[in-house]
T-cell receptor, first 106, second 119 residues
């Protein structure tokens, strides 16, 4: 089956720093999404991005479907950005990566 | 507007008991999804419904699991009999009608989850 790999698995930042999270997938997919799970366990849909680039405030995402990867950029990180970031690919059903755990320190 | 509402928030029960998890999707949403999250397997899609009809249940782990959606505002996920390995956080999510050719998976709105512990 399709492999969805996220890197890095863990990331610790100082508040105000920028970061890039990566999602690689092993086969063609219909769509790709990014989610944030906050420290209380709540899941929030960040981006639906099968291709191209989207921006929402300090977050932006780029998917290069032909090269089978997506990037999530977080600029000027804040402590509220802490949590786990998942990418998920749609191939009929949804397959999630293992996530990147981000800790932003004040 | 109320989001996706799941109940109970926490459930602790002994193995062999029947467990029923409940979900109320956002009003007007056409799709409803059940997910399971464990440390070992991460997030997994179990089943999803479109207009109350199950579309893909390939993620349901085994016959002990069943899901129903008797109407547009209510869904249940049942485990009978429950086993310790079923311990997990179960999420319900809903999404609106997909555009022509669009994905049913976006944008998904998640409930807060049910944390299930089987002793």
């Amino acid at each position: 089956g399709i492999q969805v790999e996220q890197s890095p698995p863990d990331l610790i930042l100082q508040e105000g720093a920028n970061s890039t999270l990566r999602c690689n997938f092993s086969d063609s997919v219909n769509n790709l999404q990014w989610f944030h799970q906050n420290p209380w366990g709540q899941l929030i849909n960040l981006f639906y991005i099968p291709s191209g680039t989207k921006q929402n405030g300090r977050l932006s995402a780029t998917t290069v479907a032909t090269e089978r990867y997506s990037l999530l950029y977080i600029s000027s990180s804040q402590t509220t950005d802490s949590g786990v970031y998942f990418c998920a690919v749609e191939i009929g059903d949804m397959r999630f990566g293992a996530g990147t755990r981000l800790t932003v320190k004040p | 507007d109320a989001g996706v509402i799941q109940s109970p928030r926490h459930e602790v029960t002994e193995m062999g008991q029947e467990v029923t998890l409940r979900c109320k999707p956002i009003s007007g949403h056409d799709y409803l999804f059940w997910y399971r999250q464990t440390m070992m397997r991460g997030l997994e899609l179990l089943i999803y419904f479109n207009n109350n009809v199950p579309i893909d249940d390939s993620g349901m782990p085994e016959d002990r699991f069943s899901a129903k959606m008797p109407n547009a505002s209510f869904s249940t996920l049942k485990i009978q009999p429950s086993e310790p390995r079923d311990s997990a956080v179960y999420f319900c999510a809903s999404s609106p009608k997909a555009l022509r050719g669009g994905s049913p998976y976006q944008p998904q709105h998640f409930g807060d989850g049910t944390r299930l512990s089987i002793l």
